[in-house]
């Protein structure tokens, strides 16, 4: 499956983008969806994760209810909502793709998990 993330850019501390992940190849349902982020110098984290159904979802603790994590099983596409954006989220984000098999609920949340990954896009935050 290839990835494509796209809806970074620059905004103001507070503010909100909508990073959208487009997928295509095999069939898009078959995969548990992450988002990951890095920041220069420093190791790509977890930020969020939906399961196949899209009905399990799990957030990293620093999001604390800012950042929303959905999927459009018919348009093949993932989505991060982030809302009252930090400077310290200032990173390259990435969407991944996990093969998970028959596991409909499971959302991954470990990077080794993973098994296909997008080029990134850059959201900066200015203060």
């Known amino acids: 499956v290839q990835l494509v993330e796209s809806g970074g850019g620059l905004v103001q501390a507070g503010g909100s983008l909508r990073l959208s992940c487009a997928a295509s190849g095999r069939a898009f349902s078959s995969y548990a969806m992450g988002w990951f982020r890095q920041a220069p110098g420093q190791e790509r984290e977890f930020v969020a994760a939906i399961s196949r159904s899209g009905g399990t979802t799990y957030y990293a603790d620093f999001v604390k209810g800012r950042f929303t994590i959905s999927r459009d099983n018919a348009k093949n596409t993932v989505y991060l909502q982030l809302n009252s954006l930090k400077p310290e989220g200032t990173a390259v984000y990435y969407c991944?793709?996990?093969?998970?098999?028959?596991?409909?609920?499971?959302?991954?949340?470990?990077?080794?998990?993973?098994?296909?990954w997008g080029r990134g896009t850059q959201v900066t935050v200015s203060s």
């Open positions: 991944a793709a996990a093969d998970i098999g028959g596991a409909y609920d499971y959302a991954p949340r470990k990077r080794t998990d993973y098994d296909y």
